[in-house]
């Protein structure tokens, strides 16, 4: 069985974040999705101190009706940083028998050499590089595997500045998002 996994803060979960997962899974056959929100992020503030339950609420949100996608609270429920080998050992240690696919968009390659423990959690999974519009990649280390599929130029900093603004960003991600930011007051 082949899963993949898309880990992230999600501040907010966007239509890129949609269209990366649905692209890989489709391109590597993938079972399914694991959509994973970090409670506490290790390489970065949670921008507007949005906190992690309505993070998770989004990508939930977001992915309802697609049987392909499955959010998993593993990083919510745990203590501490969210920290990528952790979440890694776990899953191996609770589902026998699944090749982990590790999503991730071109934009986090720079910060990929600093994460706790980055060789083992190589071993426990193959990282699927997605290239972003915004971030091009320019070359790529063999132990990483490029994959190309369609993607939008969307990102969380740029919806949260456009809220910020006063800007539409209903074109940047689904519509139940779009009204749990209005109903809480999100990124004001």
């Known amino acids: ?5 898309l880990g992230g803060t999600f501040n907010p979960v966007h239509r890129g974040h949609l269209l990366m997962a649905e692209g890989v899974c489709r391109a590597l056959g993938l ?16 921008e507007g101190n949005i906190p992690a339950e309505d993070r998770c609420r989004m990508v939930e949100l977001a992915i309802g ?9 593993i990083e919510l429920d745990r203590a501490g940083p969210s920290y990528t080998v952790e979440t890694l050992r776990q899953l191996r240690r609770e ?8 999503l991730i968009g071109s934009d986090m390659l720079p910060e990929l ?6 060789d083992e959690a190589l071993t426990l999974a193959t990282f699927v590089v997605v290239p972003r519009p915004s ?7 063999a132990w990483l595997t490029r994959l190309d599929v369609p993607t939008v130029d969307a990102s969380s900093s740029d919806i949260r500045q456009r809220i910020r603004a006063g800007q539409p960003i ?11 930011i209005l109903e809480h007051r999100l990124y004001r």
């Open 1 to 5: 069985m082949k899963v993949g996994i």
């Open 31 to 46: 079972e399914r999705v694991l959509w994973i929100p970090a409670k506490l992020p290790p390489h970065k503030l949670v």
């Open 65 to 73: 009706g697609m049987p392909q996608f499955q959010l998993s609270r």
């Open 95 to 102: 589902q026998h028998g699944v090749a982990w696919h590790w």
């Open 113 to 118: 050499p600093s994460w706790r423990q980055i």
């Open 135 to 141: 971030a091009p990649i320019v070359s790529l280390p």
């Open 170 to 180: 209903e074109h940047l991600v689904p519509e139940a998002v779009h009204r749990y």
